[in-house]
């Protein structure tokens, strides 16, 4: 298997032009780099600035943070048992569903040491599924609980879109788009440090880029896979 790193960083620039200087940059890693290699194209991210990683699981956060990755990582499915790890080696939960944040809080209720520090976490907002993420009613709760902890720190919110690169379904996409807004300005309003938020990915990046927020999510056009008409021809296969 041969991997263009020259073609990665082409891609990476490419989508980097097409948001405002201040937006932050998150790349998924996860799937072990979309079967590019992740401690490779995590290298090539680090050295090149981005300034957030993410991974589905983990040990996939722990196998970049011993292989010298010391970016932020965001934690998608953080699995039950590996709480402990999480904070050790620094990576960031996502929280989605009041039984994670229980163990969470357990996690950072058994961490008794003294220069322990507050754990950054991801809220997730129910992007209509109902399946996983906040939904409306259930932010008092949420709010009050990760206010009453002084080791927790919401580092961020967001919320994924279904459908960004399909234009029959831009109704749908404006609508959970709209319906984060609201509930994101929520919990940015309850806190009071800066709460970042964000919900584009790459079909997103391309074609909602008015709905960047703080920070966007690239995933597949960074390997060179065009979602959407307008990336045809301007990406290269890494
Ligand atoms: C995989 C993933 C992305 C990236 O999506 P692409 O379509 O590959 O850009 C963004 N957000 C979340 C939550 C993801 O799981």
Redesign the pocket.
């Known amino acids: 298997l041969e991997i263009n790193f020259n073609h990665l960083v082409s891609n990476l620039n490419y989508f980097r032009s097409k948001i405002r200087p201040e937006t932050k940059l998150m790349v ?1 890693v ?1 799937a072990f780099g ?1 079967g590019s290699g992740n401690l490779e194209v995590s290298n090539v991210l680090q050295f090149h600035n981005v300034d957030y990683l ?1 991974v ?1 699981f983990a040990d996939e956060g722990v196998e970049l943070r011993r292989a010298g990755i010391n970016l932020p990582i965001m934690v ?1 499915s953080p699995e039950v048992n590996s709480y402990d790890n999480i904070i050790k080696y620094h990576l960031e939960p996502e929280v989605f569903s009041f039984r994670n944040l229980e163990f969470i809080e357990k996690a950072m209720q058994n961490l008794a040491l003294p220069e322990a520090h507050p754990l950054k976490v991801h809220i997730k907002w129910d992007p209509g599924m109902h399946r996983l993420g906040f939904a409306k009613n259930e932010l008092p709760e949420l709010i009050s609980r990760i206010k009453a902890n002084p080791m927790l720190h919401v580092k961020s919110v ?1 919320s ?1 879109l279904a459908t960004a690169d399909n234009p029959a379904e831009d109704d749908f996409t404006l609508g959970q788009i709209r319906n984060f807004e609201e509930g994101s300005q929520m919990i940015v309003e309850a806190f009071p440090y800066k709460v970042l938020r964000h919900i584009l ?3 997103g990046i391309t074609r909602f880029p008015q709905y960047q927020f703080d920070m966007v ?5 960074l390997y060179g896979v065009p ?1 959407t008409e307008a990336d045809k021809g301007l990406l290269h296969p890494v």
């Open positions: 998924m996860k979309y993410t589905a998608m967001f994924h990915n790459t079909a999510r690239l995933g597949i056009g979602t």
